[in-house]
């Protein structure tokens, strides 16, 4: 069931005139207001593969199924999928719908460079009963690297040069994981077509490799998103994918532009997906949806005028209908999906077509992410002055105690809730106040900022958002700084409790995330974001929490 939103309808059918359906399937650049020859012409042209994913990736079903028997035959315990972004979040998702098939390997998907994280996962491990697969399209991804020397390192002093038949990979063409993985003699390397963007790649083979390691159908996945293509040809109001990304962009344009995604216990996990390939694609040129994905869902009257929903029930639940029914009766846009969890490659593929469809619709190209480029070009650079100095060159904070120091430009205070209060009072309508954390990711931290959000909502009404770094980095990252000038940001910061060697590389995972943290920092106030760092000493989630709780009285 659809409930109607006019703007959309509006938009779709403007968008039908225009031939925008058939035009995205003949490949016509100038659908996204792309010149030929030029820069984003060449990016779109180069990361279209994913229309045809369902052909193109059925002759490397066997392969991928032989995978998954081999690991159920070796006994393996334990997969460790090391991967960021696009790499990562598709495997989490089949994780969570799928499950683990009796006798395939539990999956854990590891897309960090925390310490705590790292190492814990390192000493679960059971080497001889353990794969590794590396995930990177680009083959050098600097979290995904450092992983994988790590674990090399660890793998290798265990299994001296049977190492290498525990390792997997996933990439591009002539990558330097390609090249390594053949170096180091890697059980397998996939080889995924060069034209398909990392964050459209839930049906290549970044997707189907964890699905087969876990005993899920592969061949059911692909043929569900098949389907979902086919169906995604119609020039017509009943193409699934067209309709969503007419109703994203006709909120968008409306002023609507946080995209509150409501799901079902059963599709949790598809939130971070959603909100990866949404964010990062549309939120460029002042423009964008920002998905909030993870806030329960309240009262009609909670919410500000810059909210648009997007509901999705299964076979197996769904999300509160008469709450549903009472946001559109006060006036917010809602639109309602349904889909099968056993067909959740459909659900992949209507997003990723949806999102072209936006991305047409708001005039952008939603296959580039110019901005996160400049976050990793501040982490070189501060790597690179730490490696000379031994330090980071740091401000001293505006203001602290015992438990937290604060740093800003944005703002100013006597105290660190001073300065809270007087950014939470610049709060105005239409923003959004994202928290980005490098704090461990565990359920404690992730509950006390939910807290925070919960009491920010209710004294603002903004939306509030909640990454994990540097995984945000690969997501939000990009909407945060390309997208329009709209956010309030909290980083979160904390001393790392051990210094753990990244191989090879001069440095600890301490030092790099600490380098992540700082550079988006860095590239957030050049972008006139506002920005205010919080470093963290002792029990971080109750520091957060007291600190909050006397900025917001």
Known sequence: MTLPYE????????????????????????????????????SIESRLGWLDV???????????????????????????????????LCAE?????????AGSPELFVLDTTDEQTITTAAARMEPQRTWIVVASKSGGTVEVASMERFFWSR??????????????????????????????????????????????????????????????????LLAAGAAMAEGCRQENHANAGFELGAFIAAAA???????????????AMLGLWIEQLVAESTGKMGKGALPVVDEPLSHADDYGQ????????????????DMLAALHAAGHPVLQLTTRLDGLGAEFFRWEFATAVAGAALNINPFDEPNVAEAKEKTRRLLEAFTANGRFEDTAPLAENDEVAVYTRAFSGAT????????????KPGDYVGFLSYLPADATTAHAIGDIRDGIRKKTRAATTFGVGPRYLHSTGQYHKGGPNTPLIFLITSDDATQTQIPEAGYTFATLKRAQALGDYETLEAHGRRVVRLHVTGDAPLVLERVFAEALA
Not at 10 to 35: M, Y
Not at 253 to 267: C, M
């Open 253 to 267: 344009l409306a002023g609507r532009d946080k995209l509150t995604v409501v799901l079902p216990d059963s599709l």
């Open 306 to 321: 810059d909210r648009a929903f997007v509901a999705i029930a299964t076979d197996r639940d769904a999300p509160d209908k």
């Open 93 to 101: 998702v089949l994780r969570s719908v799928y499950g683990v098939a």
């Open 155 to 220: 793998m290798s002093a265990a299994l001296g040069s049977a190492a290498g038949r525990h390792f997997v990979a996933v990439t591009d063409p002539g990558t330097a994981l390609e090249k390594l993985a053949a170096t180091r003699g890697y059980r397998e390397t996939f080889v995924n077509p060069a034209d398909i963007g990392g964050r459209f790649s839930a049906l290549s083979l970044f997707g189907l490799v964890p699905t087969a390691l876990i005993g899920a159908p592969a061949h059911d």
């Open 416 to 427: 660190p809730a001073d300065i809270l209060r007087a950014a939470l009072a610049e709060v």
């Open 7 to 42: 703007p959309a309808a509006t938009l779709a059918s403007t968008l039908l005139q225009h031939h925008v359906v058939s035009r995205i399937w003949a490949r016509d650049i100038s659908v996204w207001n792309a010149v030929p020859n030029s820069d984003a012409a060449k």
């Open 54 to 88: 369902g052909a193109t990736m059925r002759p490397h079903l066997d392969r991928v199924a032989a995978l998954g028997r081999a690991a159920r035959d070796e006994g393996v315990g334990a997969v460790y999928l090391l991967g960021m972004g696009g790499s990562s």
